[in-house]
């Protein structure tokens, strides 16, 4: 089982990033999809999740209204489209499953999601 994320990299303060997470080894279709981040020296944190059926999508506080996730299941791999960046969105990015339905609760835990990715680095800075 593997979860590869890709699209990370340097940005300006105001422009957008889409990250990639590339899944394989397991049904696409029966997982949600899940991005949380960690910034040096702070707890790892929900970014945004997308349930199995693509119906419901769920957001941390801080990036409703400037981040989407979505999820193209023909290709097993789950985006997140990053807009409006801030320096306070620098972090590793990882990507995470969950055979679990998620709920709103549910969608924002660590302990939800069975696997997880390796993370991709971004970093906001002008």
């Known amino acids: 089982i593997q979860l590869v994320e890709s699209g990370g990299g340097l940005a300006q303060p105001g422009g957008s990033l889409r990250l990639s997470c590339a899944a394989s080894?397991?049904?696409?279709?029966?997982?949600?999809m899940g991005w949380f981040r960690q910034a040096p020296g702070k707890e790892r944190e929900f970014v945004a999740a997308?349930?199995?059926?693509?119906?419901?999508?769920y957001f941390g506080d801080s990036v409703k209204g400037r981040f989407t996730i979505s999820a193209d299941n023909a290709k097993n791999t789950v985006y997140l489209q990053m807009n409006a960046l801030k320096p306070e969105d620098t972090a590793v990015y990882y990507c995470?499953?969950?055979?679990?339905?998620?709920?709103?609760?549910?969608?924002?835990?660590?302990?939800?999601?069975?696997?997880w990715g390796q993370g991709t680095q971004v970093t906001v800075s002008s």
């Open positions: 997308i349930r199995s059926s693509g119906f419901s999508t």
């Open positions: 080894g397991f049904t696409f279709d029966d997982y949600a």
């Open positions: 995470a499953a969950s055979s679990f339905p998620l709920n709103p609760v549910g969608a924002s835990e660590e302990s939800t999601y069975d696997y």
